[in-house]
């Protein structure tokens, strides 16, 4: 068995095991439901400051009965349903058609709206049709880039889940495809739309921690399903799951309800830790420094526990090198042995921006004015003169000492949804032709930094890529490994 992720089609497989929503969102009950200001009684840090919904101000006016867009799901597993109940929130939005590759699935999504949807096994029924404005792609990874592109090609609006691209090859495809037809192109990495990512973006651009040095962020997870092994529906089967189609370009290989259920574990299908979750960080990370990606990349970790026939790490660690002047320090490890967690720490000259949860922590520890004195081994009278100098050159400012340190929470609004915000920023793009927040470059730049991780871990090598060109510059990194 390889244990090579995939950066081209993957050569090899295990016939044996299967997925799991990472957090798909900061919250997955809408928006709409946002009660408001957050409750004194939850406020812990000292500062709080409760984030306006006004950062969805980007939402357009309500449109009328006749401007409705017509919604066709592609891919209607965990992500596709909870995207398609999130996205027929947002007003004026309806879903018309779903495709998926197993047949239970296509009955829920009847069961949960209604008997009349037209469902289908081939995706390319959904596209042939008049009445579907614009698709939801929520296949496995190695569907993402054909299924996006076919779709921009029959006239469609396409959002395409994360991570935008499984083979580098992909991301100049469907960037051109974009940009050929016309079409709009969203990649589903909703935290580009949270108002807390929005947050963190004006403090540092305000100049809230000073000049930025290092980002650092992880993801840790420590649970089965945490670590994609999704439950397998009773009747899988061959009869059940079009497993060819499933199939797609992966290599040709057997039935398994293991690998059609449990995806990511396979690196024909997903792109590991890096494109599962890295991406997030990734997007999240370009949003709020405006940095277009690394130009150096070296990663390393194994398969440390979840030893079931899977071929990609459990745990990983990679650095990056960013031409703005900050490093990027990622981790996923699916075993850590205590709580859930994922965060994303900024920090500067001045101090440090934390995302975690529901808010935005700013703190801020003056470094001392004065530099400070080691003299204690030097020979007594040296001491006291130099003491004594310091005294003169440092005099202490004020009888209270240095200010006090400062901590900020910010915190969004019980309820929020930043897929909703996603959303919404995708179908006004859909009504008015306006540029997305997260268009096929962008994506791109996301998903060919995280992919960076797997070649790097996979050639052992360090890999060089050019942010703006969006290439991989070093000889001894290939993408097809
Ligand atoms: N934005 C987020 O936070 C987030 C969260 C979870 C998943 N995702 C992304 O969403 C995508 C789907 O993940 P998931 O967890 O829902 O997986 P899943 O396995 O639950 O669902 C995938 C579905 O796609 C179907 N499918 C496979 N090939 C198809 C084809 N050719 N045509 C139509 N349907 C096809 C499968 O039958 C399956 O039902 C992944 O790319 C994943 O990275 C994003």
New binding site residues.
């Given amino acids: 068995m390889s244990n090579q992720i995939p950066t081209t089609p993957a050569s090899t497989h295990s016939a044996s095991n299967a997925?799991a929503?990472?957090p798909?969102?900061l919250n997955r009950r809408s928006f709409l439901r946002a009660a408001g200001l957050l409750s004194a009684a939850s406020v812990a840090a000292p500062r709080l400051h409760a984030l306006a919904p006004e950062a969805a101000a980007e939402v357009p006016p309500r449109i009328s009965a006749n401007d409705r867009i017509r919604l066709a799901l592609?891919?209607?597993?965990?992500?596709?349903q909870y995207d398609t109940s999130i996205a027929l929130q947002v007003p004026g939005v309806e879903l018309v058609a779903v495709?998926?590759?197993?047949t239970g699935?296509l009955q829920h999504c009847r069961e949960r709206w209604g008997a009349s949807l037209f469902t289908t096994r081939d995706?390319r029924e959904i596209l042939a049709r008049q009445d579907v404005d614009a698709v939801l792609i929520?296949?496995?990874?190695h569907?993402?880039k054909q299924?996006a592109v076919d779709a921009m090609h029959a006239g469609k609006d396409v959002y395409c889940?994360?991570?935008m691209i499984h083979l580098y090859s992909d991301g100049p495809e469907m960037i051109e495809a974009a940009r050929s037809t016309g079409r709009i192109l969203q990649v589903?990495?909703?935290r580009v739309s949270s108002m807390l990512y929005a947050k963190a973006r004006d403090l540092l651009a305000s100049g809230a921690i000073g000049q930025l040095n290092m980002v650092t962020a992880h993801w840790d997870r420590n649970s089965a399903i945490g670590a994609w092994d999704?439950t397998i529906p009773l009747d899988a089967s061959p009869q059940t799951c079009d497993w060819t189609?499933?199939l797609?370009t992966a290599p040709q290989i057997p039935f398994s309800a293991e690998q059609f259920?449990q995806?990511r574990k396979w690196s024909a299908y997903g792109s590991g830790v890096a494109g599962?979750l890295f991406v997030h960080l990734f997007s999240g990370t370009h949003f709020i420094t405006g940095a277009k990606g690394p130009t150096r990349a070296m990663a390393t970790g194994g398969l440390r526990f979840w030893k079931d026939g899977r071929n990609v790490p459990d745990v990983m660690l990679a650095l990056f090198d960013y031409p703005e002047g900050f490093n990027l320090s990622l981790r996923v490890n699916f075993v850590d042995g205590g709580e859930e967690n994922e965060s994303l720490i900024f920090t500067g000259s001045e101090g440090t921006i934390t995302i975690t949860g529901n808010a935005v922590i700013v703190s801020r520890v003056p470094r001392p004015s004065a530099p400070g004195l080691t003299v204690d081994t030097f020979p007594e009278a040296m001491q006291q003169q130099m003491r004594r100098q310091y005294a003169e050159r440092y005099p202490a400012v004020h009888p209270a000492g240095p200010p006090p340190a400062a901590l900020d929470r910010f915190e969004a609004p019980p309820g929020y949804s930043d897929s909703y915000d996603h959303f919404s920023n995708f179908f006004h793009a859909v009504r008015t032709r306006q540029p997305v927040v997260e268009d096929a470059v962008f994506g791109f730049r996301a998903a060919g930094a995280a992919l960076l991780s797997n070649l790097s871990y996979q050639q052992d090598v360090i890999v060089h890529w050019d942010p703006v060109a969006m290439k991989l510059t070093n000889s001894g990194a290939h993408p097809a490994a």
Avoid: L, M, N, V
């Fill in positions: 997925p929503p990472e798909a969102s592609i891919g209607a597993g965990g992500q596709g495709a998926d590759c197993y699935r995706y929520a296949t496995p990874d569907w993402h299924a889940e994360k991570p589903g990495s909703q999704y189609r499933f797609g259920f995806w599962d």
